[in-house]
T-cell receptor, first 112, second 115 residues
Framework: NAGVTQTPKFRVLKTGQSMTLLCAQDMNHEYMYWYRQDPGMGLRLIHYSVGEGTTAKGEVPDGYNVSRLKKQNFLLGLESAAPSQTSVYFC???????????FGQGTRLTVV | GQQVMQIPQYQHVQEGEDFTTYCNSSTTLSNIQWYKQRPGGHPVFLIQLVKSGEVKKQKRLTFQFGEAKKNSSLHITATQTTDVGTYFCAGPSVYSGGGADGLTFGKGTHLIIQP
C-alpha cells in the first residue's frame, strides 16, 4: 500500500521555467492538499481539492495552479518559477476534513 | 484569519528529561491534531483530540485539549533519541464555503536531544 506518492523528489529550476508536481494517492480519499514548508514558517496550505474536478485556494495560492482531473491525482503547477518558490512541497490526502491527513514524502524544489 | 501559535520554537533537552510543547489557537477548535516530522521526513499523524478537557496517552506521550478548546499541549516523559523531530499541532481551517476544508498548522517545536 503506497499511500501518498509525490514525484519528483528533487528538482532544480531556473527562474521563469515551469514545472508540474504530481501527487497520487491510493486510499480513495476525497480531500487532497498541497502545502509548502519553509524554515520557521511551518506548513502553509497552497491549494486544496474536496473532490474530483474541484479545486480551491488556500493560504498562499499566488504563483501556483492545480488540477484534479482524477480522484487519485492532484497536480501542482508553477507556470513561471521564482526564487521565492524555493521550498519543500508536501502533498496530503484525507478522507474528509478533520480527519487524519496522510502526507507524501515531499518534493524539494530549488529555483535559481 | 485563524492563527495557531506554538511554543517554544526550539527545545534542547538532555536525554531522559521531559519535554512539553504548547499550542494556542485564536479561535475555538472543533478538534486538534498533532503530527511529528523527523529530520528530512514528512509529517506523520500522532493523534486527534476532540472533546473539551480531553487527555490521551500514547506510551510516554501525553496530549491534552484545553477546556475552552483553544489550546493544547504535548508532553513527552523521559525523552529518548528517537523522539527527535519537529512536533506540529494543527486545527481545522476555513477557506471557503464556511466548512472546515483543511488544516492550519502551528510553526512547530523542534525537539533537540543531547545524549
Amino acid at each position: 500500500n503506497a499511500g501518498v506518492t509525490q514525484t519528483p523528489k528533487f528538482r532544480v529550476l531556473k527562474t521563469g521555467q515551469s514545472m508540474t508536481l504530481l501527487c497520487a494517492q491510493d486510499m480513495n480519499h476525497e480531500y487532497m492538499y498541497w502545502y509548502r514548508q519553509d524554515p520557521g514558517m511551518g506548513l502553509r496550505l497552497i491549494h486544496y481539492s474536496v473532490g474530483e474536478g474541484t479545486t480551491a485556494k488556500g493560504e498562499v495560492p499566488d504563483g501556483y495552479n492545480v488540477s484534479r482531473l482524477k480522484k487519485q491525482n492532484f497536480l501542482l503547477g508553477l507556470e513561471s518559477a521564482a526564487p521565492s518558490q524555493t521550498s519543500v512541497y508536501f502533498c496530503a490526502s484525507s478522507p474528509r476534513p478533520g480527519r487524519e491527513a496522510f502526507f507524501g514524502q515531499g518534493t524539494r524544489l530549488t529555483v535559481v | 484569519g485563524q492563527q495557531v501559535m506554538q511554543i517554544p520554537q526550539y527545545q534542547h533537552v538532555q536525554e531522559g528529561e521531559d519535554f512539553t510543547t504548547y499550542c494556542n489557537s485564536s479561535t475555538t477548535l472543533s478538534n486538534i491534531q498533532w503530527y511529528k516530522q523527523r529530520p528530512g521526513g514528512h509529517p506523520v499523524f500522532l493523534i486527534q483530540l476532540v472533546k473539551s478537557g480531553e487527555v490521551k496517552k500514547q506510551k510516554r506521550l501525553t496530549f491534552q485539549f484545553g477546556e475552552a478548546k483553544k489550546n493544547s499541549s504535548l508532553h513527552i516523559t523521559a525523552t529518548q533519541t528517537t523522539d527527535v523531530g519537529t512536533y506540529f499541532c494543527a486545527g481545522p481551517s476555513v477557506y471557503s464555503g464556511g466548512g472546515a476544508d483543511g488544516l492550519t498548522f502551528g510553526k512547530g517545536t523542534h525537539l533537540i536531544i543531547q545524549p
